[in-house]
T-cell receptor, first 115, second 112 residues
Framework: NAGVMQNPRHLVRRRGQEARLRCSPM?????VYWYRQLPEEGLKFMVY????????ESGMPKERFSAEFPKEGPSILRIQQVVRGDSAAYFC?????????????FGAGSRLTVL | TQLLEQSPQFLSIQEGENLTVYCNSS?????LQWYRQEPGEGPVLLVT?????EVKKLKRLTFQFGDARKDSSLHITAAQPGDTGLYLC????????????FGQGTELSVKP
């Protein structure tokens, strides 16, 4: 019963390149959340998705960032034309539902370094 | 604006000492969760508190949710080096269960 799987664990990109981060939720979980942890800052919510739908993207930067959770396959967080300020740890979490006492299971994260 | 203020940010103590970490907000939360994060890993859930005034114990860790559901505390008794890590509190708003608001974290170091 694997947990939340994220890959790659580490990604290095040069300014202007694209970064694609993948997340496979826990078995039986249909809700996926992406969080970003910047150096010296806490975790910040980015986006909440269910299969084929973006439910809440209020934490996503307006430009260059997009997310999807297709019917088949993992959720993808895509960052176009990366800049140094995008360097951070990106965490995916999944849950069975979105209730108030919801239990989120986090992945180990993908650490993006922009040179 | 930080909606959840966590204190202290850093704590270095000797093995055997007690400590308390605080998480405060002016907002009401439907639930509050405490996580522990090791370097290079994701946060791991320790406990969820839901009811105002609720107290939960996990071995030497005691978690409390404030009566007004705006604040919480984590108390560790007789800390051990294995307790070293980053402790995070996170609040969930009503009908926004998975959209957590995290505190800045408390970096705990327990020296033998």
């Amino acid at each position: 019963n694997a947990g939340v799987m994220q890959n790659p664990r580490h990604l290095v990109r040069r300014r202007g390149q694209e970064a694609r981060l993948r997340c496979s939720p826990m078995k039986g979980h249909s809700h996926v959340y992406w969080y970003r942890q910047l150096p010296e800052e806490g975790l910040k919510f980015m986006v909440y998705l269910q299969k084929e739908n973006i439910i809440d993207e209020s934490g996503m930067p307006k430009e260059r960032f997009s997310a999807e959770f297709p019917k088949e396959g993992p959720s993808i967080l895509r960052i176009q034309q990366v800049v140094r300020g995008d360097s951070a740890a990106y965490f995916c979490a999944s849950s069975k539902d979105n209730s108030g006492a919801n239990v989120l299971t986090f992945g180990a994260g993908s650490r993006l370094t922009v040179l | 604006t930080q909606l959840l203020e966590q204190s202290p940010q850093f704590l270095s103590i000797q093995e055997g000492e007690n400590l308390t970490v605080y998480c405060n907000s002016s907002s009401v939360f439907s639930s509050l969760q405490w996580y522990r994060q090791e370097p290079g890993e994701g946060p791991v859930l320790l406990v969820t508190v839901v009811t105002g005034g609720e107290v939960k114990k996990l071995k030497r860790l005691t978690f409390q949710f404030g009566d007004a559901r705006k604040d919480s505390s984590l108390h560790i008794t007789a800390a051990q080096p294995g307790d070293t890590g980053l402790y995070l509190c996170a609040g969930a708003r009503y009908n926004q269960g998975g959209k957590l608001i995290f505190g800045q974290g408390t970096e705990l170091s327990v020296k033998p």
